[in-house]
């Protein structure tokens, strides 16, 4: 607000003292003016009277006079020997005058001069022989500029006086305007105040202006934003809580059973251990791809990159995976169309491709086969893992990378998956600006191809 009555008050400043500057000057251009040309006229009758040799002549005495009197000043006539021949002052007649502007007078320019500081102008006009165009006399005038003065004074007042009451109506209508103009951002600030203290679902709107309703929107959908994080944090937890009570609700069941039977036949305290085992193990199973998960979750800047031969890592993973593949009698390939080397985390990868291959192998059917093939072009490598399997629905295929999303629920629990497998591919895939597709149909297979950049790019 203060910026504001500057740039109210401060022309008005510049604007009064260049006015009355430009006054001054002009007033004092004029007045010059107005006298040389009075004195032009007086400097002719001088010569027609004859007066520079015979000074007696009443009419050009008087006339003299009177001039001096009208211009509140002194005039001297001076002839060409530089005698002062009338001095309306009377002080000086009879002397000599030697001075720079007569002499400059004598030589053709007339003078003109304002001494701002001793308030007076003094000017000369030659007297000139009208036949011979001779410099015969000089005729110097020097008059108070009093009444210029004067005049600005009260210029210079009643502009002040102006100023003030501009100033006033200025500062004022700045006061006025800053507040009008800034209320709706105060409205805006206070709703997200508002909203802080209170519920994250409700959404501000302040339309005063363009600028508020973008901000209120902008801030909307950032709370929009906040809510879908919130929301899916809130889903994550709930999963986990249930995924990893689940175990352990039939551990209870288990345990519980045969507490409560007498005499239990060691086969049936076996069977049961046996049942419980396998619940711990899954267990495990989960609570390691939660951590594998979290992990993957922080940022890129943990990930440890080494140039790895995929070729090689593919090999080993399907050495690792080839006895469960065995044991179903699935048929397991590799094919390669070119040696890769790429910049990656070779653990990530591992940990996603794994999945990949252990899910064509589990979601398969007896005797089904499972290929794997590897390509390269100058910016990416391609990995692309096929099954003869049982197929993703349609409508699951948007889901298969939620986190503890299973299609079959029961069937998948069976073959012992946790739902987290292809969350943690996609999210260690991602990581080094790749990408990954899925095509998938109903009993007759799914095809997932990955494709990584070979040179890793940092954020
Ligand atoms: N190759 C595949 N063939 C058929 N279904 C699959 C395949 N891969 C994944 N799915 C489906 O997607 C779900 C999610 O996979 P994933 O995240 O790896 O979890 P899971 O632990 O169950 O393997 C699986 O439960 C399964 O229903
Ligand atoms: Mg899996």
């Known amino acids: 607000m203060l910026v504001l009555s500057f740039v109210g008050i401060v022309p008005g400043v510049l604007l009064k003292n260049g006015i009355i500057d430009s006054y001054e000057d002009r007033a004092v251009l004029q007045r010059s003016i107005d006298v040389s040309n009075q004195c032009k006229i007086l400097s002719n009758q001088i010569y027609t009277y004859g007066y520079l040799t015979d000074s007696y002549s009443e009419v050009i005495n008087a006339e003299v006079e009177q001039l001096a009197g009208m211009l509140d000043g002194r005039?001297?006539?001076?002839?060409?020997?530089?005698?002062?021949?009338?001095?309306?002052?009377?002080?000086?007649?009879?002397?000599?005058?030697?001075?720079?502007?007569?002499?400059?007078?004598?030589?053709?320019?007339?003078?003109?001069?304002?001494?701002?500081?001793?308030?007076?102008?003094?000017?000369?006009?030659?007297?000139?022989?009208?036949?011979?165009?001779?410099?015969?006399?000089?005729?110097?005038?020097s008059m108070s500029t009093d009444n210029i003065k004067d005049s600005i004074v009260i210029l210079q007042q009643k502009a002040t006086v102006l100023q003030l009451g501009m100033g006033i109506v200025i500062l004022t209508l700045a006061f006025y305007l800053a507040r009008i103009l800034v209320k709706p951002f105060a409205r805006v600030s206070n709703a997200i105040e508002a909203l802080n203290e209170g519920y994250i679902n409700e959404k501000i709107s302040v339309s005063d202006y363009t600028e508020t309703e973008l901000i209120s929107d902008a801030f909307n959908k950032m709370m929009?934003?906040?809510?879908?994080?919130?929301?899916?944090?809130?889903?994550?937890?709930?999963?986990?809580?249930?995924?990893?009570?689940?175990?352990?609700?039939?551990?209870?069941?288990?345990?519980?059973?045969?507490?409560?039977?007498?005499?239990?036949?060691?086969?049936?305290?076996?069977?049961?251990?046996?049942?419980?085992a396998e619940e711990i193990d899954r267990e495990n199973k989960i609570i390691n791809d939660l951590l594998a998960l979290v992990k993957l979750d922080k940022t890129a800047a943990d990930l440890n990159i080494t140039t790895v031969n995929i070729n090689g890592l593919l090999e080993l993973i399907l050495k690792r995976l080839r006895p469960i593949a065995a044991k179903q009698n699935i048929e397991l390939l590799f094919e390669s169309f070119r040696p890769v080397t790429a910049e990656i985390d070779e653990v990530k990868i591992t940990l996603a491709i794994s999945n990949l291959v252990e899910n064509a192998i589990k979601y398969n059917t007896e005797n089904g086969w499972?290929?794997?093939?590897?390509?390269?072009?100058?910016?990416?490598?391609?990995?692309?893992?096929?099954?003869?399997?049982?197929?993703?629905?349609?409508?699951?295929?948007?889901?298969?990378?939620?986190?503890?999303?299973?299609?079959?629920?029961?069937?998948?629990?069976?073959?012992?998956?946790?739902?987290?497998?292809?969350?943690?591919?996609?999210?260690?895939?991602l990581m080094h600006r790749g990408a990954i597709k899925v095509y998938s149909k109903e009993s007759e297979g799914t095809t997932f191809t990955v494709r990584v950049p070979l040179n890793y790019i940092s954020q």
Do not use: W
């Not at 002052?89 to 053709?108: D, P, R």
């Not at 249930?242 to 239990?264: F, G, N, R």
């Not at 390269?376 to 939620?402: M, Q």
């Open 75 to 141: 005039i001297m006539v001076i002839d060409n020997t530089f005698k002062i021949v009338k001095d309306t002052y009377v002080l000086e007649q009879g002397k000599t005058i030697v001075s720079e502007e007569v002499i400059k007078c004598f030589k053709g320019t007339n003078t003109s001069k304002y001494m701002k500081k001793d308030n007076y102008i003094s000017l000369t006009v030659p007297i000139t022989d009208t036949i011979t165009k001779e410099t015969i006399g000089v005729i110097l005038v």
């Open 224 to 276: 929009g934003r906040m809510k879908v994080l919130d929301d899916s944090r809130q889903e994550f937890v709930s999963n986990v809580s249930h995924e990893l009570k689940t175990p352990l609700t039939s551990m209870k069941v288990l345990a519980d059973s045969l507490i409560a039977q007498e005499d239990v036949p060691t086969e049936l305290y076996k069977e049961f251990m046996v049942d419980i």
């Open 370 to 429: 499972v290929h794997v093939s590897l390509n390269a072009d100058h910016k990416y490598f391609y990995i692309k893992v096929a099954d003869s399997g049982i197929g993703i629905p349609e409508e699951s295929l948007e889901h298969i990378y939620e986190r503890f999303y299973r299609v079959d629920k029961s069937h998948s629990r069976e073959i012992g998956g946790t739902g987290l497998g292809l969350s943690i591919t996609r999210n260690a895939i």
